[in-house]
Antibody
Framework: QVQLQESGPGLVKTSETLSLTCTVS??????????WGWIRQPPGKGLEWIGS???????YYNPSLKSRVTILVDTSKNQFSLNLSSVTAADTAVYYC??????????????????WGKGTTVTVS | SYELIQPPSVSVSPGQTATISCSGD??????ASWYQQRPGQSPVLVIF???KRPSGIPERFSGSNSGNTATLTISGTQTVDEADYYC?????????FGGGTKLTVL
């Protein structure tokens, strides 16, 4: 079954750019039925969706973070990445990557995350 | 902007039925998903498309969605079910999560 693994620095300085990579194994990132997403969770708080990307490069971003977020995909490495610029202490969180299943129906679509990475803690200081 | 509202906490005795609600405007027109998150662990999908269970999720987990409310029901709740639960839906161009509900089994 598919597995996802986040990697990147655990400490980022205020005002700099947070960069994380998610490596996918057990399945191709280019499979057409899936998006690939980033979700974060500040200490003691709930889940916040950051954004999702399709293997073609099509993206959806959380409107509240859109001005600072870039998500890219590298199909040759079966990886996708997150860049979050101008970070502050409020960006301190556990960052998860996940596979996003997309279901299309008559009047819309449904996105849900069926496989998650273990998460990586990023502290901004 | 669209919001999903969950009660902060729900308590249930072992063996009883736990219900966790998720409210949003005309939520019945969207598909709801539910995630279980035990302390220190990644979220796990327990319900998708309102009522479907992924492989490996016990039958005691079920879901429904009607009107403005989606509901996660855990029948015969066990102590291992103590966790945070999050509802989630897709709205126009974004994934939305509810604020989460802490389920206590005591």
């Amino acid at each position: 079954q598919v597995q996802l693994q986040e990697s990147g620095p655990g400490l980022v300085k205020t005002s700099e750019t947070l960069s994380l990579t998610c490596t996918v194994s057990g399945g191709s990132i280019s499979r057409s039925t899936y998006y690939w997403g980033w979700i974060r969770q500040p200490p003691g708080k709930g889940l916040e969706w950051i954004g999702s990307i399709y293997y073609s490069g099509n993206t959806y971003y959380n409107p509240s973070l859109k001005s600072r977020v870039t998500i890219l995909v590298d199909t040759s490495k079966n990886q996708f990445s997150l860049n979050l610029s101008s970070v502050t202490a409020a960006d301190t969180a556990v960052y998860y990557c996940a596979r996003v299943e997309v279901f299309y129906y008559a009047s819309g679509r449904s996105h849900y995350m069926d496989f998650w990475g273990k998460g990586t803690t990023v502290t901004v200081s | 902007s669209y919001e999903l509202i969950q009660p902060p906490s729900v308590s249930v005795s072992p063996g009883q039925t736990a219900t966790i609600s998720c409210s949003g405007d005309n939520l019945k027109n969207k598909y709801a998903s539910w995630y279980q998150q035990r302390p220190g662990q990644s979220p796990v999908l327990v319900i998708f498309q309102d009522t479907k269970r992924p492989s490996g999720i016990p039958e005691r987990f079920s879901g429904s969605n009607s009107g403005n409310t989606a509901t996660l029901t855990i029948s015969g709740t066990q102590t291992v079910d103590e966790a945070d639960y999050y509802c989630q839906a897709w709205d126009m161009i974004a994934v939305l999560f509810g604020g989460g509900t802490k389920l206590t089994v005591l």
